[in-house]
Nanobody, 127 residues
């Protein structure tokens, strides 16, 4: 079975950077996307960024574009989310997720396309 484990969250100050990791196991193919989502306190779960595992194509939400980078380490079977210039609005539980298939040459933004989810890692940004 597919398992995803997030790590790297914590308490940081506004303006700091953070790198989240998503360790992937149990995949039998590489034709899938990895997405990062976040759920701020009292809010819905929103898409943040996504990556096509095989092709390495990336996509970002407007809220993080320009200050975030999603990447993969093929040897370690891990996806990262590097976030810079963190602000209070970035405070949330961050989840990584995987699709069961590739829907497009571009990785999916749609939550319903993601079938496998990690347990989340808390990111708290203080002012």
């Amino acid at each position: 079975q597919v398992q995803l484990v997030e790590s790297g969250g914590g308490l940081v100050q506004a303006g700091d950077s953070l790198r989240l990791s998503c360790a992937i196991s149990g995949r039998t193919s590489f034709d899938y996307d990895i997405g990062w989502f976040r759920q701020p306190p009292g809010n819905e779960r929103d898409w943040v960024a996504a990556l096509s595992w095989t092709g390495g194509r990336t996509d970002y939400a407007d809220s993080v574009t320009g200050r975030s980078t999603i990447s993969r380490d093929i040897a370690k079977n891990t996806v990262f989310l590097q976030m810079d210039s963190l602000n209070i609005e970035d405070t949330a539980v961050y989840y990584c997720a995987a699709t069961s298939q590739a829907y497009s040459i571009v990785p999916s933004r749609l939550l319903s396309h993601y079938d496998y989810w990690g347990q989340g890692t808390q990111v708290t940004v203080s002012s």
